[in-house]
């Protein structure tokens, strides 16, 4: 769902040329997205008026990862928690310019190790989808779906002589003779 390696619903090319590069601008705004929940909830400790904004923050993500859980998960099902990253991993920023030098260092160093293993994760799950793995194999990978023999092709049910992968043959007009 957060794995936004492509850019649009549909797309016609499996591996364009931005999908490395925002893959790391996304899941770097993820992990500094996390990183700013950590922070704000830290601050709540000290301030009770920031405890609803955490409570609202966390319940959304809860309630938005749990909905989808269930479901055939596409990659713009992501956008609102997206979204609601982007002003979080921005108030990440903002509060480790003044933190010590340290905290700037674990950060970047969990910001790294979430890249990557995100990215890592994302290919593996591109490995799982057969249709991808044939599609990066390049056209020969599916001669052989097209030059299979009638015996392996299956019958459409309910429509008699019609098999998937042929189309009909033409009906030819009827003479009339008499």
Avoid: C, N
Avoid at 121 to 137: F, G, T
């Amino acid at each position: 769902m957060l794995d936004q390696d492509l850019l649009f619903t549909y797309s016609r090319d499996l591996d364009p040329w931005y999908r490395i590069p925002l893959g790391l601008v996304s899941h770097a705004g993820i992990a500094l997205a996390l990183i700013g929940v950590v922070l704000l909830a830290a601050r709540a400790r000290r301030s009770r008026e920031l405890v609803p904004v955490v409570v609202a923050i966390g319940a959304y993500a809860l309630a938005h990862v749990g909905l989808h859980s269930t479901t055939l998960v596409e990659m713009r099902f992501g956008l609102p928690l997206l979204l609601l990253a982007g002003p979080v991993a921005a108030g990440a920023v903002r509060e480790l310019s003044v933190r010590s030098v340290r905290a700037r260092v674990l950060s970047g160093a969990f910001v790294v190790v979430w890249v990557a293993g995100a990215l890592t994760l994302s290919h593996w799950m591109r490995q799982q989808a057969e249709p991808i793995v044939a599609w990066e194999k390049g056209p020969e990978a599916f001669a052989e779906r097209r030059t299979g023999s009638p015996k392996q092709l299956k019958t459409v049910p309910g429509r008699a002589g019609v098999q998937k992968g042929r189309p009909r043959p033409p009906k030819e007009p009827k003479s009339e003779e008499r």
